[in-house]
């Protein structure tokens, strides 16, 4: 479905999104029971989680700290008395029948994410809230099976969502929104911002109106995305078959649509399944929660540095371009290990072009972990001060010394340099004897060269290298190399 | 087997060797095999209990018993009681067995009480006749044509009938003291929160009690100081310190005693009336001062009781829903007719009236209309009492308007048999402790019961009072 653009420009899109986090807490928000992942079936379930007669459930506490940090993380204001309401439907996955979910008294009020725009554009999307609430089991629809079986492993495994206000206005920013959802979260270490394995789940409010209205246009929901890509792909999809049925003059009904990854399209679910009065009310098995001021102090005394700080940091005192400030503060690990690498060395821009160069292939290349990366921010420091001094050249540096350490030996960059022989020559008595031996043997590119084709000085500077086997220093070579072929006649 | 009327008895002819463990389960479980036409148990656990009995009789000869040993008592079924049925009356926990011991069976179980079986009760404790049970109803030992009250009518009929010396029953609208005030027993109702409902199937959660069914104050006392107490599997529960109940039930002071002019009102029996005033007549003879309460919200107590308890129970309920355990209808198809007929054939019609009620209540466009304003009397009713109680030590009003009714007297009008707990679901709206004593007969001998109410987590004073109440009404 592709639509013309002057179409389209006449509506204003409205989103908003609702992001389902999983806590990466190691047990269930209102049982004991373990939430480790990929167990067998129906594995961590006790009493509690299968909804067994006569149980209650007891809050876990680390839940309440993720949720707060996450408010904290977002500017939120924090709710300090908490309450936990039903919310009740039937279905298989939901073992009581109700989910225990806060629908009057959310545990963060308020807050907003900062989004960079590609045309670097920062725009801030408005939160509506962040509550707790626990997750659902899992429906099994097996091929050698006719009946649908249930897994309760995930069912209490605390969740967090987080309600943004309809301030997105494109799929492109509904990207950025959620990337940073899961950049914070990650950063948080209170969720593994997984989308494809759904420890992060994403649905879209979506509508459409005329540029200028002062009215919303009737929202329809999308669920079923499990990557940032679809949520994009979804949103556009949703939005331009909204415009569709305006254009059309037809009616759009407030519905759930589901988003079918391989068509790119959205379809409505059963009208049956609409209908849902999920009759909220206060859930009578849990005391309140008051989060008193020492505990509020305590959870912010936790929370590490976030994207957003370190970004300034270095932008401003490290002085990187944007760009580069982006890429080092996308995870947390490359952005400390960076951070780390700069109270070692001055040259920040060379430190940031090694990690974003070097260092961050290494890792894709091995899919690997940066703190299972061999090089100590340190010893890296140190390669970075040998080419600084001139001693080795960049490219030494990056296919020679390089490699070696990551070999894990421990040897520094120096040793290696030496014990390989790759301490760059400067002496111009060697360089001259190789500059000479070059010129000799090719007397008539020197006469190419004369005739104007100066170009042909990086063919020299070959020669003069492969002789050197690299050692030659590269700056002091070429003004060698210019005034020994301006003498010669 | 001789009548016991406390645990103090026993222990006396234990230690006498007059009786033992083993001779008192034996002399139990022949009296329930005596009293099978009552209905009051639904499972009998003969073996198991006499095994147990021997064990305690070693204990106590070895002096390492618990408090309870030489106790025999019944479980209403709605107590979860490890590796033992559990149904709440209900087809829809059809051969469920409970995996773990609620909290307070946990504590009679380590304090050497002995469970011989699990009594019958209105399905999910929603009742007030034991007439809506999926195992039958349970008849009054003393006119078998009549009920035995409900929802713990089981339990109170038990110990009625001698057969067992307690019963553990619950009360959220009055299941514990409705039924012993139509046995002639003792039933109370502690403050909410002051024993643990982990492992109590819940009906309304903001309501629910466990409380103990006995023939004497002292067994009241007892039971309620084992069960009482912080529990860290229910965030509800108090961590009130549990006082030693049983060592001071000694009652010397002069009491302020309040009683409910609505409680003499249209609706109440005369017998019950006179028997009520002449309990506050011996009062006011005994020096204490019995003064006239205008208590006008007692209208509202029974709508905002159910309006608010149905809503609990629809969401408490849904959880039986063919998909886990129990009861799953053979003739579903598709996942709509197994949640249809599972739970259109497992619930009885109580209780399915009680969760359409609920239902509707919670939904959208009535909550405010119904939720929220019963939620706004029971505030109301909490502080009107919190003032009474600044004034009065006790209120003292009867248990029921009436004594035990006709069965199937009140099969064609729910509202009339809703009235029986007229007087006792204002203690559930607001928390506090009641109990129900046996305060004489009406004209065709049955027993009439005088409630006894004070403010919250005043059981110790409550429990003095009410054995100073019956020894000076025997006098």
Redesign the interface.
């Known amino acids: 479905m592709h639509m013309d653009k002057l179409i389209i420009d006449k509506y204003q899109p409205v989103i908003g999104l609702e992001v389902h986090c999983q806590l990466a807490t190691l047990s269930k928000i209102f049982t004991p029971d373990s939430t480790e992942f990929g167990q067998l079936p129906n594995t961590n379930v006790s ?1 509690i989680t ?10 876990n506490k680390k839940v309440v700290e993720y949720a707060v940090k996450m408010g904290l993380a977002v500017g939120s204001t924090i709710s300090r008395n908490n309450f936990f309401d ?1 919310k ?1 439907y ?1 279905y ?1 996955d939901l ?4 989910q225990t979910t806060q629908d009057k008294a959310p545990i963060c009020i308020g807050g907003a994410v900062k989004i960079k725009l590609k045309n670097g554009e920062v725009k801030n999307i408005r939160l509506n809230r962040i509550h707790m609430e626990d997750d659902a089991g899992k429906n099994l629809h097996l091929a050698e099976e006719t009946d ?1 079986l ?1 897994d309760y492993n995930r069912a209490g495994v605390p969740l967090i969502e987080i309600v943004s206000e309809p301030d997105i206005r494109t799929s492109e920013e509904a990207y950025a929104f959620l990337g940073e959802i899961r950049k914070l979260v990650r950063y948080l270490e209170i969720c593994d911002g997984n989308l494809e394995e759904g420890s992060m789940r994403c649905d879209a409010n979506i509508s459409v109106m005329l540029k200028g209205a002062s009215e919303y246009g009737k929202k329809v929901e999308v669920k079923n995305m499990n990557s940032l890509r679809n949520v994009q792909r979804a949103i556009e999809h949703e939005i331009e078959r909204q415009i569709e049925l305006v254009e059309k003059g037809e009616a759009i009904f407030s519905e759930t649509r589901q988003f079918d990854a391989t068509t790119g399209d959205t379809h409505g679910m059963r009208a049956k399944e609409e209908l849902n ?1 999920y ?3 206060p859930e ?4 309140p929660l008051r989060i008193s001021d020492q505990w509020l102090a305590d959870i912010k005394s936790t929370l590490p540095a976030l994207p957003a700080e370190l970004y300034e940091k270095f932008t401003n005192q490290y002085g990187l371009p944007e760009y580069d400030a982006n890429v080092l503060t996308d995870t947390k690990e490359i952005a400390l290990y960076f951070d780390e690498l700069c109270t070692h060395t001055q040259n920040y821009k060379a430190a940031s072009n090694w990690v974003m160069g070097a260092v961050k292939s290494h890792l894709n290349e091995l899919t690997l972990h940066i703190h299972q990366f061999p090089i100590k921010p340190v010893a890296l420091a140190q390669l970075i001060a040998l080419i600084d001094s001139g001693k080795v050249s960049n490219t030494v540096a990056t296919q020679n010394i390089f490699p070696e350490m990551l070999k894990g030996t421990g040897k520094l960059p120096l040793q290696i340099a030496e014990s390989m022989n790759l301490i760059q020559e400067s002496d111009t008595s060697s360089l001259q004897l190789w500059i000479d031996e070059a010129l000799a043997a090719n007397p008539a590119k020197v006469a190419e060269y004369k005739g104007g084709k100066t170009g042909i000085l990086s063919m020299f500077m070959g020669d003069i290298m492969k002789k050197s086997k690299g050692k030659a220093d590269p700056k002091v070579t070429t003004e060698l190399l210019k005034k020994a072929i301006e003498n010669l006649n | 087997m001789k009548i016991y009327n406390s645990l103090n008895e026993i222990r006396v002819d234990i230690r006498t060797g007059a009786t033992s463990c083993k001779q008192l389960v034996e002399g139990y479980l022949a009296n329930i095999e005596t009293k099978k036409h009552l209905n009051a148990f639904v499972e009998i656990y003969a073996q198991e209990a006499l095994v147990k009995a021997v064990e305690i009789d070693v204990k106590i000869a070895n002096g390492t018993a618990g408090l309870l040993a030489g106790m025999v008592i019944g479980l209403k079924d709605v107590l979860c009681h490890k590796n033992h049925g559990l149904q709440a009356g209900s087809k829809i926990l059809d051969k469920f067995q409970s995996q773990f011991n609620g909290t307070a069976v946990q504590r009679l179980i380590d304090a050497d009480a002995i469970i011989i079986g699990r009594q019958n009760c209105d399905e999910f404790a929603m009742g007030s006749s034991n007439e809506n049970s999926s195992f039958g109803k349970v008849l009054n030992d003393l006119d078998n044509s009549k009920v035995p009250g409900g929802s713990s009518g089981g339990s109170a009929a038990a110990v009625q009938a001698n057969m067992c010396l307690a019963s553990i029953g619950s009360d959220t609208g009055g299941s514990v003291r409705q039924p012993a005030a139509f046995c002639g027993v003792i039933g109370l109702k502690p403050t909410y929160s002051r024993i643990s409902r982990y492992g109590l199937v819940a009906y309304a959660s903001s309501f629910d009690c466990i409380g103990p069914i006995t023939r004497s104050i002292e067994d009241a006392a007892l039971l309620l100081e084992v069960m009482a107490g912080k529990d860290e599997n229910d965030s509800t529960v108090s961590y009130t310190e549990v006082p030693n109940y049983v060592a001071n039930l000694a009652f010397d002071k002069k009491a302020k005693v309040g009683y409910l002019k609505e409680s003499f009102g249209d609706g109440v029996s005369t017998a019950t009336k006179a028997s009520t005033h002449q309990a506050l007549e011996l009062l006011r003879n005994a020096g204490h001062e019995v003064e006239e309460i205008e208590f006008p919200l007692l209208d509202y107590t029974l709508p905002a009781y159910y309006i608010l308890t149905t809503a609990e129970a629809s969401s408490n309920l849904s959880r039986f829903d063919g998909v886990k355990y129990g009861y799953r209808s053979p003739d579903a198809t598709d996942l709509q007719s197994m949640y249809k007929k599972s739970r259109g054939e497992g619930f009885g019609k109580e209780v399915k009236k009680r969760i359409m009620l609920g239902t509707f209540i919670l939904s959208a466009g009535f909550y405010d209309a119904y939720y929220s304003k019963a939620q706004k009397v029971r505030r109301l009713l909490k502080e009107e009492t919190e003032r009474i109680f600044q004034k009065f030590d006790f209120i003292v009003i009867p248990t029921t308007p009436n004594t035990a009714f006709k069965i199937g007297e009140h099969a064609g009008d729910p509202i009339s048999m809703y009235l029986a707990d007229l007087f006792t679901v204002h203690a559930n709206l607001v928390g506090i402790p009641a109990i129900s004593i046996p305060n004489g007969n009406d004209e065709v001998g049955m027993p009439i019961g005088l409630q006894i109410m004070t403010k919250s987590f005043g059981e110790q004073n409550l429990l003095a009072f009410s054995k100073y109440m019956m020894e000076i009404s025997k006098n």
């Not at chain 1, 073992?95 to 109700?98: E, L, S, T, V």
């Open positions: 009493v299968l909804a067994h007669p006569g149980t209650l459930p007891l809050l039903r009740n039937f298989p073992p009581k029948g109700y649908t249930v009065d009759r909220y009310f009578p098995d849990l005391q």
